[in-house]
């Protein structure tokens, strides 16, 4: 059975999280209208979300449910 290795998700991690939370800063800016607000809301969200994020990919790489395999079928 094929695994995704950890360091395959830590990488996963860290790039979603940088495209998300930048998605976070700007969304509160236009809510809160400060800066200062987008980068402190982003600067918690960052720290929760790499932990449980991480953890849920963990979980998916462990399933094998919805794991298609090909077989190389004889021509």
Do not use: C
């Amino acid at each position: 059975m094929d695994h995704a290795t950890r360091k395959r998700s830590f990488a996963k991690t860290m790039s979603w999280r940088m495209l998300a939370t930048t998605d976070t800063i700007v969304i509160a800016r236009l809510i809160t209208g400060s800066w200062q607000a987008g980068f402190a809301i982003g600067g918690i969200e960052i720290l929760t979300k790499v932990i449980l994020y991480y953890l849920h990919e963990r979980g998916w790489a462990n399933l094998e449910w919805g794991i298609v395999r090909e077989r190389n079928l004889p021509n």
